[in-house]
């Protein structure tokens, strides 16, 4: 108060006024306060003017910030930061709206998050309207008469995110749901979880695809009664379709996948973005988008281990190339819970398709193969990253991590498992006792929640996947993630799952599991950040980290929980420059805003230079 101030203080009238126009709240007179500051002090810009939430806690809410050539060199009240203005220091006013770290993303797939972004979506309602078969058959049909040239030009008809799990019939479509939308061009579908997808006659008989066919390693051909393939690929059996084709999109396609994809991120708040399971090619790519400014987010990338670990050895490293690196290595042990190819330790408890009894999933990698990948990562130091959702792919990388460990000691690579959707306390142990992060994926709660309940997993062990609960209570950090393009990278939609846990139908799946606000926000910031080895760079407003900012549309620790979803991203900030700018109406009323909303053309130019020369092998 200014009665406290010394009579002896020099300056005592002027810090006297300015704190009486403070509490006036007129912002643009103390701002206009002349200073006499060195030039290396002067901020390029303050932001200030509503609630920041620093997730620090030393300081877990500011005033003010003040940034220099895109670092943060002041956090404080703006009664001291007033002394860092100059004449071509700009003011950030806030207007209200509540200020975060940018969310840096604990895992999800940014390139393939402009696949979602460039073909029809078929993903169910909040986030699309596909309800039925019909529905589906429809909204492929609209996209490929809205994109008629490109459709034309590529002779390919693509969709993403269907959910059987979300379908009226409760199935999968079948090759003859989909020649039922055309047979003379290919349609190939991608299941929402990404694991599984299904090609009609066309794209079978271009893939080599027959009742002479066999199962590859790790994946499963569907059949119909005849035993022919009946459209439905999952796991290796899919990549091997979807993978050539993609491959086949050369680097132009790539690059404007990943255009897309990166300012997607961006509209949600993430100013780091990942690329959980890559190539030396794809971060070619991205390292040739951002040199001509078209990554407006930092990404990091992890080949996978299986595949890349020449790339792998060579481009590892804890620094940016512009704004892109390559941080470890990725390994995929099984596949998707909520599709049924997840590896269990037990059966599914009521799994939905033509499944055998006892069926408890499959693994898409041998254990010889998940330990010599876990040893040379631990053996040349890289960090692995390793995607684990049953308990029996747990189980596998518990028993290599410890066998690693034996055999190298601990590198200090912060070794993260990815998912871990159906997990047994006992193996929160292991982890925690193996100094594994877990990077979980709590917004399940939301999209799968019933289904779980319901059909994989039983009421029981329903409520504990994604356990965030129990790790906290080990205390453990733990990241919150979105996997994208498998659900929308919704930054609010994941923090209100991990704080809520409200499934579809409104049911609260494992209220023992749900943490409060600043912990969930921890997870989308501060945590994933040590994940990556980037705390101290990102993930709190602290002095020397990159101004990299979030803007709310209000302080998620002041509203309803049960209306965070409801929470708009304003603004996003990376190194003191706006990448993302809501316009007004953008994010009302669910998905409309929060993802890009391509008009045919748009999609159309989009498609050409994806597409362009592309055509499918005859």
């Known amino acids: ?63 003010a910030v003040a940034v220099k050539d895109g670092r943060i060199m002041a956090v404080g009240s703006l009664a001291d930061l007033i002394a860092y203005q100059g004449d071509g220091t700009d003011v950030f006013d806030l207007n209200g709206r509540a200020m975060l770290p940018g969310f840096v993303d604990s895992h999800g797939h940014v390139v393939m998050g402009g696949l979602q972004a460039l073909s029809a979506n078929l993903l ?26 490109a459709v034309d030009r590529v002779n390919m008809i693509v969709g993403f995110g269907y959910d059987n799990a979300q379908l009226a019939e409760l199935r999968h479509p079948t090759r003859d749901d989909l020649d039922a939308v055309s047979t003379e061009l290919p349609v190939v579908i ?7 997808g299904v090609a009609n006659s066309k794209a079978l008989e271009l893939a080599g695809l027959s009742a002479d066919s066999e199962n590859p390693p790790g994946g499963v051909i569907q059949r119909d009664a005849r035993g022919e393939p009946n459209g439905v690929l999952e796991e290796y059996a899919f990549f091997t379709v979807i993978i050539p084709m993609m491959a086949r999109l050369g680097p132009e396609g790539i690059a404007a996948f990943a255009r897309s994809g990166s300012k997607l991120w ?51 490293s804890k620094d940016y190339t512009g704004n892109v690196r390559v941080g470890g290595c990725k390994l995929t042990i099984d596949g998707s819970p909520q599709g049924f190819t997840a590896l269990r330790d037990r059966p599914y408890y009521d799994p939905v398709g033509d499944y055998p009894p006892g069926y408890a999933g499959y693994a898409s990698v041998t254990m010889e193969q ?46 993260v498992l990815i998912h871990g959707q159906f997990l047994r306390e006992d193996q929160i142990d292991a982890y925690k006792a193996l100094g594994v ?45 979105h996997d994208a393009p498998v659900a929308f990278p919704d930054s609010m939609r994941i923090l209100d799952a991990t704080v809520t846990r409200r499934t579809r139908s ?29 705390e101290a760079d990102k993930g709190s407003i602290e002095v020397g980290k990159l101004a990299d ?46 993802q890009f909303a391509f008009s045919p053309a748009m999609a159309d130019r989009f498609l050409h230079a994806m597409y362009d020369g592309l055509t499918p092998q005859q």
């Open 1 to 63: 108060m200014p009665e406290d101030i010394p009579a002896a203080c020099p300056g005592r009238g002027e810090l006297m006024m300015l704190m009486t126009t403070l509490r006036l709240g007129t912002l643009a007179s103390v701002l206009a306060y002349p200073t006499i500051v060195s030039a290396q002090d002067i901020a390029d810009t303050i932001y200030t003017g509503g609630p920041i939430l620093t997730i620090d806690d030393a300081q877990p809410t500011t005033e």
């Open 124 to 149: 169910a309602p909040p986030d699309g309207e596909v309800r039925d078969i019909a529905s589906l058959q429809d909204t492929l049909r609209q996209w490929a008469e809205d994109n008629a040239k």
């Open 190 to 196: 991608v299941h929402q979880s990404g694991h599984l």
């Open 266 to 316: 961006a509209s949600y708040g993430y100013t780091t973005a990942q690329e959980g399971r890559s190539s030396g090619g794809i971060v070619e790519v991205l390292k040739a988008v951002d040199a001509e400014g078209g990554l407006p987010v930092d990404v990091i990338a992890y080949p996978d281990v299986l595949e890349d670990r020449d790339y792998i050895a060579a481009h590892t």
């Open 370 to 415: 998940v330990q010599d990948a876990v040893n040379w990562c631990y053996e040349n130091g890289f960090q692995i990253i390793t995607h684990a959702n049953g308990e029996g792919a747990s189980d596998m990388l518990i028993a290599a991590l410890g066998a690693a460990q034996a055999d190298y000691g601990d590198p200090g690579n912060r070794p």
């Open 437 to 481: 992060f877990p990077s979980l994926f709590p917004m399940h709660t939301f999209y799968w929640g019933d289904w779980h309940r319901d059909h994989t997993v039983g009421p029981v062990n329903a409520d504990n996947i994604s356990p965030t609960g129990w790790v906290v209570e080990r205390g453990m950090m733990f990241g919150s993630h």
């Open 506 to 534: 409104g049911d609260i799946l494992g209220p023992a599991q749900r943490v409060d606000v600043m912990t969930a926000l921890k997870a989308l910031t501060l945590w994933p950040a040590w994940q990556q080895f980037e």
């Open 549 to 594: 900012f979030v803007i709310l549309s209000d302080d998620p620790t002041a509203v309803d929980p049960e209306t965070l979803d409801q929470l708009r991203i304003m603004v996003t900030i990376k190194e003191d420059q706006v990448i993302h700018e809501a316009e007004e109406g953008v994010q009302e009323g669910g998905l409309i805003g929060r």
